[in-house]
């Protein structure tokens, strides 16, 4: 997946490291910044979209072709592309609304070595109103935010899902070897049993 597809530049404004808004100062992401794993990453950012204003969407993300590990998360304005579906619907064909609005903002993170996730992509403009309470938090309607809450369990799942994969793997795997060091032993005493008998008749014939 081509995480970088049909995304600008990144904001020069966003080197800065924080901003002013009605909650006090809000630390940006920026070129550069590290996190120690995705979630703090993706944390981090649906934190400062909830204070600026807007809803979080997770855009896409890149996986290793050896191991299947998430190398790259791109995540995005809830209002970035266009509804595939948007148009007229019901006997009346009223214009339906769209949720999106073609929006550009971009936190895109990447695993890098030593272990570290580094933002290589962030543009912070929206085309469009962000809407921030006396507390910072944005107001979405219930549809956007139950969604948001899904994908966030969906990813969580997933990860679930890797990790029991992995354990799993590493179980059949003892199983094998287990196996295997019995099957030695027990063909150890089969060939032991043949000698012992050989061995009978060899002085059975000797009296």
């Known amino acids: ?31 550069g910044m590290e996190f120690e794993s995705e979630d703090a990453a993706r944390k981090f950012y649906a934190d400062y979209a909830r ?11 890149r996986r290793s072709g050896i191991d299947g590990r998430t190398l790259a998360r791109r995540l995005g304005c809830n209002k970035q592309g266009f509804s595939r579906n948007h148009g007229s619907i019901g006997p009346d064909k009223k214009p339906r609304p769209s949720a999106r609005e073609g929006c550009n903002a971009t936190f895109l993170v990447k695993f890098e070595e030593p272990g570290k996730w580094v933002v290589t992509r962030f543009t912070k403009e ?20 139950k969604i948001e ?5 969906l990813q969580h799942q997933d990860r679930l899902c890797a990790e029991y994969r992995e354990k799993l793997l590493r179980f059949l795997a003892s199983v094998e070897e287990q196996a295997e060091q019995l099957s030695s032993k027990i063909q150890v005493i089969v060939d032991n049993v043949k000698n012992g008998e050989a061995e009978v008749q060899k002085l059975s014939h000797h009296r």
């Open 149 to 153: 809450e899904l994908t966030l369990e």
């Open 51 to 61: 204070r600026v204003g807007f809803s979080v969407r997770i855009m896409g993300r």
């Open 126 to 145: 929206h085309n469009h109103p962000l809407v921030v309470t006396g507390l910072g938090l944005r107001t979405t309607g219930d549809k956007d935010k």
């Open 1 to 31: 997946m081509d995480l970088d597809r049909g995304e600008g530049a990144a904001d020069s404004s966003a080197k800065g490291n924080v901003s002013s808004s009605e909650a006090g100062e809000i630390l940006e992401p920026y070129m």
